[in-house]
């Protein structure tokens, strides 16, 4: 199994930055085919970016050119830096592993952008 931890949420003004961080305890890290999701109250978790094995990524048309999907491999972590942020970025944001037909989601971390 694959064990995801988030951190780095927070309250930000908005205009402001924040970095998310997900930490994995596996051994195929490597191999994850990873992301972060976002879940605002009322609303359907929806994907925010990801980010293959192999290193190639995607955003949600909302995020692009403000959100940096990345991978640490000898760290066993991936980060969402987000820049510019809007209120309508407040969310629980999760960090989600895929593997073949599996997957893993860490417990969600607050993000707040307000004034």
């Known amino acids: 199994q694959v064990q995801l931890v988030e951190s780095g949420g927070g309250l930000v003004q908005p205009g402001g930055s924040l970095r998310l961080s997900c930490a994995a305890s596996?051994?195929?890290?490597?191999?994850?085919?990873m992301g972060w999701y976002r879940q605002a109250p009322g609303k359907q978790r929806e994907l925010v970016a990801g980010?293959?094995?192999?290193?190639?990524?995607n955003y949600a048309d909302s995020v692009k050119g403000r959100f940096t999907i990345s991978r640490d491999n000898a760290k066993n972590t991936v980060y969402l830096q987000m820049n510019s942020l809007k209120p309508e970025d407040t969310a629980v944001y999760y960090c989600?592993?895929?593997?073949?037909?599996?997957?893993?989601w860490g417990q969600g971390t607050q993000v707040t952008v307000s004034s």
């Open positions: 596996t051994t195929i890290f490597s191999i994850l085919a």
């Open positions: 989600n592993a895929r593997w073949g037909l599996k997957a893993s």
């Open positions: 980010i293959t094995s192999g290193g190639s990524t």
